[in-house]
């Protein structure tokens, strides 16, 4: 059996896959980031809530691919948890940017593109990740992520940007006023899931002008500060993942339209299928 772990910073996916390449169980436990939770906590997720899941003896490989997963320092981190619960096992951990490649175009090139909380993208030549326009983070960019769009709407709330009715409702749901909200902003450990925290209250309202508006200007701000970096890229494939990218593709395609693209994006919402197709047997690229 191979065991496939899709994991991000809220949620890990475990897939275990049979040598025939069928998908015989999917497992969901908390998710893990090495740039923000301690090593403790990745034991802890193994040790409760997938090790009762599955037997340890019908594993043969592990494919893990991670947020914050990028530098060879996080990537033994989580390769040496794993190979402690898994003496006899081969392990491998890549970025979760190369999970998107792998999930969304397998062994095509093209741009490959993760719009969740967070966004990124690098340039995919079918096997490996060539070329990559960092992101810089919530603070500095990750334009047309869940982090961006939510802090965009939540600045026009405090500005009296929006119509009243969202502005009072989106006050009401959160139990907040004009003072709260910005002392909250300015005091809780991470306020870029909080701005996140505000894509479902804007895609209820997303009929709406002014939030379609705001989003609609992420995706602008996106395809000019990443998107628009990698050469030819307004005549390659073009792939997307993430809930932002799914819940609001109409929008990101004519934001890419707008832009001059001319390839229609591939959105997809979950990499499971792709990365359950893609794996066929050995490690892919990047071991570590």
């Known amino acids: 059996m191979k065991l496939i772990a899709e994991a991000g910073s809220s949620k890990i996916e475990w897939l275990l896959v049979a040598k025939t390449g069928e998908l015989k169980k ?20 193994v ?16 494919t893990y691919y991670g947020t914050g997963c ?7 981190l989580v390769k040496n948890i794993l190979q402690q619960w898994f003496p006899n096992v081969q392990v491998c951990v890549h970025s979760d940017l190369l999970a998107a490649a792998h999930g969304l175009l397998g062994r095509l090139q093209g741009v490959v593109c993760i719009l969740g909380t967070g966004s990124n993208t690098c340039w995919y030549d079918g096997k490996d990740i060539e070329l990559k326009v960092p992101s810089l983070g919530f603070m500095l960019g990750d334009e047309g992520s869940g982090t961006y769009i939510g802090m965009k709407f939540i600045r026009a709330v405090l500005n009296e940007e929006l119509p009243s009715h969202i502005i009072q409702d989106y006050y009401r749901r959160n139990g907040l006023d004009f003072h709260s909200l ?15 925290s505000a894509m479902p209250f ?13 989003v609609s200007r992420a995706f602008d701000d ?14 390659s494939t073009v792939a997307f993942v993430g809930s932002v990218a799914f819940h609001f593709k109409e929008l990101l395609n004519q934001s890419m339209v707008n832009h001059g693209f001319r390839k229609q994006a591939i959105v997809k919402q979950r990499l499971t299928e792709g990365l359950v197709s893609y794996h066929g047997g050995g490690c892919s690229q990047e071991e570590n």
Not at 202 to 214: F, H, L, N, Q, R
């Open 47 to 62: 040790q409760q809530g997938l090790i009762p899941e599955i037997s340890r003896d019908e594993v043969e490989q592990i």
């Open 182 to 196: 910005i002392r909250k902003i300015y005091q809780i450990e991470n306020p870029g899931n909080f701005f996140a």
């Open 70 to 76: 990028t530098g060879d320092l996080n990537c033994d």
């Open 26 to 45: 999917t497992i969901e436990t908390k998710g893990f980031n090495p740039n923000y939770h301690a090593k403790e906590n990745l034991h802890q997720i």
């Open 222 to 235: 996106f395809i000019t500060a990443q998107l628009s970096k990698y050469p030819g890229v307004y005549d």
């Open 202 to 214: 804007v895609g209820e309202y997303i009929s709406e002008p002014d939030c379609a508006k705001i």
